[in-house]
């Protein structure tokens, strides 16, 4: 059997895989299309009904 050496994968080496000049502009593309989805679902969203926080005013009868 044949021993593995390297150290285990952290987050600082992720990042500086994803940083690198290949890596970085997919890693880019998808930040973008990912905000985009976020934005575009947030968008479609209806808004929650707010009940009236007073009743209307009452008017006196002209007269």
């Keep these: 059997m044949t021993e593995d050496t390297r150290p285990p994968r952290t987050f600082k080496g992720l990042l500086r895989w994803a ?16 905000v985009w989805l976020i934005s575009f679902y ?17 008017t006196a009868p002209k007269g």
């Design 19 to 34: 940083t690198t000049p290949p890596q970085a502009w997919g890693v880019y593309l998808l930040a973008i299309i990912l």
């Design 42 to 58: 947030a968008g479609s969203l209806k808004p929650k009904k707010m009940p009236e926080a007073s009743p209307p005013a009452v």
